[in-house]
């Protein structure tokens, strides 16, 4: 099951740089929409968590959600190096089990 | 605070050699899952429990079996490793209110 889609990556970048980190899905179903980072060797961290269409912003962190171009994206202002992880948008159509694409490699250089 | 834990961190078995590995929380979740996650892949769902009701997902190998004796706990088993079960075992929980899940910092397994 692919309801997702994410560019992989590697995306570096320089320190103090905005990112932009992008998830397509297919289902136009999709009432929830989350971002999970994962810093290597380690489980998944909630980073972002919206309902339906619109913006949420948290700190330096923007979600996104485009509903009518099946497009949710993660803005990062100011990168840091600690904000080096991988970024995962997992497929919710259904509740309660999520569906992970490949996930977007981040690497902010100092 | 309330987590969830995951033990071994660490797991060195042996080629064919049977290997449990556990998770627990202290979230009151009734939900518990485990992922499969090779290097360089996104966490792959083997199963959860929703209370004790076991779902399998229609690709887990049969190698792969779970218990769940109580809420906090929850056990994978591997029967019989081989070398591609080689990976970063995830365990997380959620509420069946809410939607998001949360992980545990996952066991890596090695097979010898």
């Known amino acids: 099951q692919k309801e997702v889609e994410q560019d992989p990556g590697p995306l570096s970048v320089p320190e103090g740089a905005i990112v932009s980190l992008n998830c397509t899905y297919s289902n136009s179903a999709f009432q929830y929409f989350m971002w999970y980072r994962q810093y290597s060797r380690k489980g998944p961290e909630l980073l972002m968590y919206?309902?339906?269409?619109g913006n949420k912003e948290d700190g330096r962190f923007t979600a996104q959600v485009d509903k009518s171009s099946k497009y949710i994206s993660l803005f990062i202002r100011d990168s840091q190096p600690s904000d080096s992880a991988t970024y995962l948008c997992p497929d919710l159509y259904n509740f309660n089990k999520f569906y992970f694409g490949s996930g977007t490699k981040l690497n902010v250089k100092p | 605070d309330a987590m969830v834990i995951q033990n071994p961190r660490y797991q060195v078995t042996q080629f064919g050699k049977p290997v449990t590995l556990s998770c627990s929380q202290t979230?009151?979740?009734?939900?518990m899952y485990w992922y499969q996650q090779k290097s360089s892949q996104a966490p792959k769902l083997l199963f959860h429990?929703?209370?004790?009701?076991?779902?399998n997902e229609a690709d887990t190998p049969d190698n792969f079996q779970s218990r769940r004796p109580n809420t906090s706990f929850c056990f994978l088993d591997i029967r019989s490793p081989g070398l591609g079960d080689a990976a970063m075992y995830l365990c997380?929980?959620?509420?069946?209110?809410?939607?998001?899940?949360?992980f545990g910092p996952g066991t890596r397994l090695l097979v010898l």
């Open positions: 919206t309902y339906s269409s």
């Open positions: 997380a929980t959620s509420s069946a209110s809410e939607e998001t899940q949360y």
């Open positions: 979230l009151n979740h009734n939900v």
């Open positions: 429990y929703y209370d004790k009701d076991f779902n």
